[in-house]
Each structure stands twice: as structure tokens, then as C-alpha cells.
């Protein structure tokens, strides 16, 4: 089974761009049918899915943040990173990355969660000047 950690800055100040890295290990990003998530919960609200990338190189953004967000990823070292541009104190949540399977995806839906799958432990970010 795979194992998650994140990475990133703690505090970001407004109108900055966030950037956030997630070390994958016990098994390589690009294995077929992997997915591999950004998911954020901003402090009292629920779990948002943020974007995708697949073990193809294929990506989804959520609607909602696909002007701001962009997610890459660097088979080197087997690691999927995350963009999020303009920040604002709305952003402060902690952050997630997890790993799951283009058919489990296309079976929960695009914005679809569920427990299937790793998860890392998440990092806190906050936005605040």
C-alpha cells in the first residue's frame, strides 16, 4: 500500500501562490489506473476535491478552483504537486493528498471522495498577512 506526506509552507500571505508537494512511496505515480488527489477542508466545513492527476499525466480540475489551481507532478522523484494562485484567508484549510484509481473515479464522480484509497496525514496551511 502506498504511503502519502505532504509538504508545504505552513503560512502563506494573501494574493500569494500556495504551492504544495506530496512524496509518494511503496509504489510509483505512474503505475496504470493510479489517481492522484488534492483535497483541502477549510476549518469547519467539509472535504473538497481540488484536482487530479492521473498516472497518465491526465488531470481534472474542480471547477470552482481550476482558474487558480494547477497540479503537476515530477516522476523523478515520484512526487504530485499543487498550485493554488491569489490565496486568500478563505484558503486557510488543511490540505490532503491521497491516492486512489481512475476507475474508482469514475465511478464516485468527478468531485468524488469515499474512503477508498491512501491518504496522507494532511498539512495545515493558513492564509494571513
Known amino acids: 500500500q502506498v504511503q502519502l506526506q505532504e509538504s508545504g509552507p505552513g503560512l502563506v500571505k494573501p494574493s500569494q501562490t500556495l504551492s504544495l508537494t506530496c512524496t509518494v512511496s511503496?509504489?510509483?505515480?505512474?503505475?496504470?489506473?493510479?489517481?492522484w488527489n488534492w483535497i483541502r477542508q477549510p476549518p469547519g466545513k467539509g472535504l473538497e476535491l481540488m484536482a487530479v492527476?492521473?498516472?497518465?499525466?491526465?488531470?481534472y480540475y474542480s471547477p470552482s478552483l481550476k482558474s487558480r489551481t494547477s497540479i503537476s507532478r515530477d516522476t523523478s522523484k515520484n512526487q504530485f504537486s499543487l498550485q493554488l494562485s491569489s490565496v486568500t484567508p478563505e484558503d486557510t484549510a488543511v490540505y490532503y493528498c491521497?491516492?486512489?484509481?481512475?476507475?474508482?473515479?469514475?465511478?464516485?464522480?468527478?468531485?468524488?471522495?469515499?474512503?477508498?484509497?491512501?491518504w496522507g496525514p494532511g498539512t495545515q496551511v493558513t492564509v494571513s498577512s
Open positions: 511503496g509504489g510509483s505515480i505512474t503505475t496504470s489506473n493510479y489517481a
Open positions: 492527476i492521473g498516472y497518465d499525466g491526465s488531470t
Open positions: 491521497k491516492s486512489d484509481t481512475l476507475t474508482y473515479r469514475r465511478r464516485v464522480g468527478p468531485q468524488g471522495l469515499g474512503n477508498f484509497g491512501s
